[in-house]
């Protein structure tokens, strides 16, 4: 069983970056916050890409009784996770100071369609950090304990 990260979050991570890149080429302070956040969030995604957001692929398995022995990487997983966590939580300090920046930048140049969307990528950060984050450690746990021997 490979684990990866459920396709509805993938997406939703290249929506919103996509969205956000689409305003590199604005100049000012728009600009440049713009590109501080995509320069910061892609990093993130990348990183909860390779570790956080996969545990949750199994969620639908796991709701069913279903535990296979390949779903033990998923232990590991969240291992890491647990031990990145206070990086990943300073990380998101960061990019939602680059996000207020942005939003601010974009209220005094009249972008208000980027102040929406720092809105959503703030909320798309909380959601994981509240929600997220916190699932893909429980299913390590879990699966910690029905997989021992």
């Known amino acids: 069983?490979?684990?990866?990260?459920?396709?509805?979050?993938?997406?939703?991570?290249?929506?919103?970056?996509?969205?956000?890149?689409?305003?590199?080429?604005?100049?000012?302070?728009?600009?440049?916050?713009?590109?501080?956040a995509a320069r910061l969030l892609d990093s993130h995604f990348?990183?909860?890409?390779?570790?956080?957001?996969?545990p949750l692929g199994?969620?639908?398995?796991?709701?069913?009784?279903?535990?296979?022995?390949?779903?033990?990487?998923?232990?590991?997983?969240?291992?890491?996770?647990h031990d990145e966590l206070p990086n990943l939580r300073?990380?998101?300090?960061?990019?939602?100071?680059?996000?207020?920046e942005l939003m601010a930048a974009a209220e005094g140049e009249g972008h208000a369609e980027l102040v929406g969307l720092a809105e959503k990528l703030m909320l798309n950060e909380e959601i994981k950090q509240q929600v997220s984050y916190p699932t893909a450690i429980l299913i390590g746990k879990y699966l910690q304990l029905?997989?021992?021997p």
């Open 1 to 36: 069983m490979d684990l990866k990260t459920p396709n509805p979050l993938q997406s939703e991570h290249q929506e919103l970056l996509v969205e956000l890149k689409q305003a590199f080429k604005l100049e000012g302070k728009t600009g440049k916050a713009t590109r501080l």
């Open 46 to 54: 990348a990183k909860e890409n390779e570790f956080v957001l996969p």
């Open 58 to 81: 199994l969620l639908p398995a796991l709701a069913q009784g279903t535990i296979e022995p390949e779903m033990a990487a998923a232990i590991n997983m969240a291992a890491r996770l």
């Open 90 to 100: 300073a990380e998101q300090r960061t990019i939602f100071a680059a996000l207020e």
């Open 146 to 148: 029905k997989l021992k």
